[in-house]
């Protein structure tokens, strides 16, 4: 309601400078920016995930372009897209609970459908992940960690993974072909369910290996008491 409000303002905001000769486009952009987010209000879990996988692959075209700065520059850039990079990787968080919930609650009445979303959240699971890596690579960049490389190659393939795993996510909710047999039906959603395993344990270890990382780290950085 606020934002429709603020819609109907703005337009007719841009009516009444356009009638009296003004400059009608700064409601007109006011307009617009409400509309697209009052759009979003009403996605679906499937638009969520296009949306989401299209900001993914620009935000990997803009990382790329940040990878040839100078470093100072660089570091610049990056103070922008990491909290953009850090509000997707939110977003993917939200997405995984809503298949996550969304699988319980078809596992009695349609299995079928569970599998689907069990799948897709098995992909997204593995997109936050990958998520993870890009923000520690942008952050290591950022602070110049483990030397003056400055080499965000680890970041753009983190991005990549992360754009692979949203698309799978997009395919494993794609309804089943009518025309396929039943034999090859039960082989695909054995495959299927195997490789859903695979994605979401390949998320635990990855986790895990981050975990693990930071507490090295922490070890490193912490003072040695002397036993003198």
């Not at 987010?37 to 900001?55: D, G, P, Q, T, Y």
């Not at 078809?106 to 923000?135: G, H, K, T």
């Not at 080499?151 to 997009?170: K, S, V």
């Amino acid at each position: 309601e606020r934002l429709r409000s603020i819609v109907q303002n703005s337009l007719d905001d841009m009516k009444t400078a356009i009638d009296t000769e003004n400059d009608g486009i700064p409601p007109g952009q006011a307009a617009l920016q409400s509309m697209s987010e009052l759009r979003i209000l009403f996605f679906s879990i499937v638009e969520h995930l296009k949306a989401l996988l299209e900001n993914q692959s620009t935000m990997r075209d803009r990382t790329t372009a940040t990878a040839e700065m100078e470093y100072e520059r660089m570091k610049e850039e990056l103070g922008l897209l990491y909290p953009e990079q850090d509000e997707m990787r939110t977003k993917t968080q939200a997405i995984g609970e809503a298949l996550q919930q969304q699988a319980d609650s078809a596992a009695q009445s349609n299995p079928d459908q569970a599998e689907r979303l069990q799948n897709a959240y098995a992909e997204v699971a593995l997109a936050e992940s990958y998520m993870d890596d890009i923000l520690e690579s942008m952050q290591n960049t950022q602070n110049e960690t483990g030397g003056m490389s400055h080499d965000l190659d680890p970041a753009l393939e983190a991005q990549q993974g992360a754009i692979e795993a949203l698309a799978a996510a997009l395919q494993a909710l794609q309804p089943p072909q009518q025309d396929q047999g039943e034999n090859q039906d039960q082989q695909d959603q054995q495959m299927s369910k195997s490789q859903a395993e695979q994605k979401l344990q390949a998320a635990r270890e990855r986790e895990k290996k981050r975990t693990e990382s930071k507490q090295e780290q922490k070890n490193l950085s912490e003072p040695v008491e002397k036993d003198w």
